[in-house]
């Protein structure tokens, strides 16, 4: 945990700190934030040290956390927070929008080869992902090594028995196209999904879980929260992508773990259901989808 782009989580100021958001109101039963990066602290955005972040969240009854990886640094930090912290558990991966920069650098098969050792290196490591596609990003001249990636990821998935984490923007038909085309491993998780109704059913009927993220709350987001409303309960996982996709009332500023509650109250009136089942739901889902721990 020492690279000085990740000490900066946890430097912050007081004033830094004054900045948060206000913790809601404390959910009844807990759950887990199944996408994190703790790890993250990137222009405007400065998270509070893991320590601080976990006690700030089970004091709001989000009592475990899916620490997630984006590069070989993140993912060794991944690791190492699970190896400290006993409410962490660990995704590894190269994102996306690494794989192109690792190919045109020639090292996209040997970072590929470090995740593989990476994935059986600790049994704190529960995921493969983020990975998948991102059409937002990157370009037509990249996207043959992003697929190139993804299907790297997803073999390692499926060699290790390890969950699936899915980043999918801007790219669902190529996304799917390639899960349709695989061997898959057991667990399949879309994580901040952003499709439309009938892809949620889609996913749904091959046994896909669907991570909802705090753009779910937002008040453009009428079309993802009908996809919410498409899928069946036992299919949903919740998130925060933090320090991203803050919730309303407070977009724009930095996430957390401790803010998945506004997320999840605003899930439970999608879904028409009480708050206290939707997070028993909630935390079955995420006990299917990673084990227990």
Not at 188 to 199: I, N, W
Not at 224 to 233: E, H, I, N, Q, W
Not at 261 to 280: F, G, I, K
């Amino acid at each position: 945990m020492s690279s000085s782009a990740r000490k900066a989580a946890s430097d912050r100021t007081a004033t830094d700190r004054d900045e948060m958001p206000p913790a809601p109101a404390a959910l009844p039963s807990p759950v887990t934030d199944s996408h994190c990066h703790l790890d993250i602290a990137r222009g405007p955005y400065h998270l509070p040290d893991p320590k601080r972040a976990l006690a700030d969240a089970a004091a709001v009854n989000v009592t475990r956390v899916v620490q997630i990886g984006t590069d070989l640094p993140g993912s060794a930090w991944a690791i190492e927070a699970a190896e400290t912290f006993d409410e962490i558990v660990a995704g590894i991966a190269l994102h996306p929008n690494e794989a192109p920069r690792l190919a045109a650098e020639g090292e996209l098969d040997d970072a590929l080869a470090e995740i593989d050792r990476m994935a059986a290196s600790s049994d704190r490591v529960r995921a493969i992902g983020e990975t998948g596609l991102d059409h937002f990003r990157t370009g037509q001249e990249g996207r043959a090594a992003q697929e190139y990636s993804f299907r790297a990821h997803l073999e390692m998935a499926r060699k290790h028995a390890k969950a699936l984490v899915i980043h999918d923007r801007d790219a669902h038909a190529d996304v799917l196209r390639i899960l349709d085309d695989s061997s898959l491993p057991e667990v399949v998780v879309f994580h901040c999904y952003s499709g439309d109704a009938g892809m949620a059913r889609y996913c749904a009927d091959r046994g896909w879980f669907l991570s909802f993220a705090g753009t779910v709350t937002f008040r453009n987001a009428e079309g993802l929260r009908a996809a919410l409303a498409a899928t069946p309960v036992d299919n949903v996982l919740v998130e925060t992508d933090a320090p991203f996709l803050t919730p309303h009332p407070h977009r724009g500023k930095t996430n957390a773990s401790y803010l998945i509650p506004l997320t999840v109250r605003m899930m439970a009136e999608v879904l028409d259901r009480e708050v206290e089942r939707v997070c028993e739901a909630l935390q079955r889902n995420t006990f299917r989808a990673f084990g227990s721990w």
